[in-house]
């Protein structure tokens, strides 16, 4: 059973730092991209980030580029969203999630964790 499990949001003041972790299981992921998405209330969900478990190969969407960094331990099946200089408008549920190829369409992920949320006090 493959599993997707997000865990590292919390509260934090704007301009603080959040470290979010996304454990894989239940497959072998090398082949796959990974990726960040987040989803604000009545807002329809955006892409954050992606990188390749094999290569890196990191791509981010323009409102966190410069900020967020996205990294995967392969040896822990886990990767890292690290957000700095947080805003309020960064506030959302953040979604791990993985496909098959480079790919920004969450419709095109195949797997999804449930979900952690973030949320940026001014």
């Known amino acids: 059973q493959v599993q997707l499990v997000e865990s590292g949001g919390g509260l934090v003041q704007a301009g603080g730092s959040l470290r979010l972790s996304c454990a894989a299981s239940?497959?072998?992921?090398?082949?796959?991209?990974m990726g960040w998405f987040r989803q604000a209330p009545g807002k329809e969900r955006e892409f954050v980030a992606r990188?390749?478990?094999?290569?890196?190969?990191?791509y981010y969407a323009d409102s966190v580029k410069g900020r967020f960094t996205i990294s995967r331990d392969n040896a822990k099946n886990t990767v890292y969203l690290q957000m700095n200089s947080l805003k309020p408008e960064d506030t959302a549920v953040y979604y791990c999630?993985?496909?098959?190829?480079?790919?920004?369409?969450?419709?095109?992920?195949?797997?999804w964790g449930q979900g952690t949320q973030v949320t940026v006090s001014s």
């Open positions: 999630a993985a496909a098959q190829g480079l790919t920004t369409t969450p419709r095109a992920y195949d797997y």
């Open positions: 990188i390749r478990w094999s290569g890196g190969n990191t």
């Open positions: 239940g497959r072998t992921f090398s082949s796959y991209v």
